[in-house]
């Protein structure tokens, strides 16, 4: 038996589930930096983390002024803690925007992509986009011939939308064993994955495992 099975056999709940957000939060920011593609908003990780942030904020604004010694230095605890939570988050939100904007019109033309936003996430994706097409509109759409004005051409077999670029290289490691063995498409290149491998490989060849939560990116 190595480390990692040590590890893996302690009781998930003996770990307090403020320290397990903290961890999950930090890899779901990990995964969103270095993935290609807009991944699934994670509900009710966020909806917890908010949570803990406001209630943060009003303990804070509480308790300053306070003059007791303990009690002042147990704020600049807090608060460290909090700026922590609040750059991780405003980090995670910064990254999902980006592709947000860069593939605008694919995660609204794609059915499997919408469901990935939260709520805030897609009104402001319709309203920036419908902003988008009315400034085009307005600055030299209205000057083109009808069929040339649509943001989503297809014609001649090139596309107008900008697709996430699914054959990036990714790092990985292996949460759990996975059954099948993964095939690089286009290859004759076929690897099995066992807990605690680290690959460098395209995201294409992945992308359900990543989904699935097979593996976490790095």
Known sequence: MDIDDILAEIDGDSIP????DLQELTRAWVAERVAPELLPW????MGRMMDR???QIELVETQTGNMDPKTNFRLIIIQTELERFKFLVRSFLRARIAKIDKHALHILT???MKPRLSLSELQYLTAH???????????FLSHFPTQLQRLDDTAGGISMVEQPDLDKAV??????DV??????EGTDTAFEMR???VFVVRYSAVRENVLEGDVELI
């Open 53 to 55: 942030i406001r209630r």
């Open 171 to 176: 790092f990985l490691r292996v949460l759990r």
């Open 17 to 20: 589930q403020e320290t397990r």
């Open 129 to 139: 986009q419908t902003l988008l097409h009315a400034h085009y509109q307005s600055s």
């Open 195 to 197: 807990r605690g491998d």
């Open 110 to 112: 794609t059915p499997t």
């Open 179 to 184: 059954q099948d063995p993964v095939v690089i």
């Open 42 to 45: 994670p509900e009710a990780l």
